[in-house]
């Protein structure tokens, strides 16, 4: 069992920036691959970026490129994501997920992802 706990969301101006936090359990954590996922009101929950575990490789939605980061820090079991240039249509409730297990599913898939925090909301005015 994996608990993980996401922070950092809140309300900020088109424009800014924010820095969303996600500490997990476990002590294989550095193996562990990480993602985020949005979900806006009324919309389907959305991939927004991965890290892999061993290798640090990233992934991200193409919307989001050049404006958010996706990093890592094993010694302190945390993921953060670093979003910058924040637009309305970002506005959405953010959640970290872990996978734990190699299979088949891309990064980009919700069903390669073994635990889901609750999420943080985030909310750009415009």
């Known amino acids: 069992q994996v608990q993980h706990v996401e922070s950092g969301g809140g309300l900020v101006q088109a424009g800014g920036s924010l820095r969303l936090s996600c500490a997990a359990s476990?002590?294989?954590?550095?193996?562990?691959?990480m993602g985020w996922f949005r979900q806006a009101p009324g919309k389907e929950r959305e991939f927004v970026a991965a890290?892999?575990?061993?290798?640090?490789?990233?992934d991200y939605k193409d919307s989001i490129k050049g404006r958010f980061t996706i990093s890592r820090d094993n010694a302190k079991n945390t993921v953060y994501l670093q979003m910058n240039s924040l637009k309305p249509e970002d506005t959405a409730v953010y959640s970290c997920?872990?996978?734990?297990?190699?299979?088949?599913?891309?990064?980009?898939?919700?069903?390669?992802?073994?635990?889901w925090g609750q999420g943080t909301q985030v909310t750009v005015s415009s």
């Open positions: 997920a872990v996978r734990t297990r190699i299979g088949p599913y891309a990064y980009s898939s919700y069903a390669a992802y073994d635990y």
């Open positions: 476990g002590r294989t954590f550095s193996n562990y691959g």
């Open positions: 890290i892999v575990g061993s290798s640090g490789y990233t």
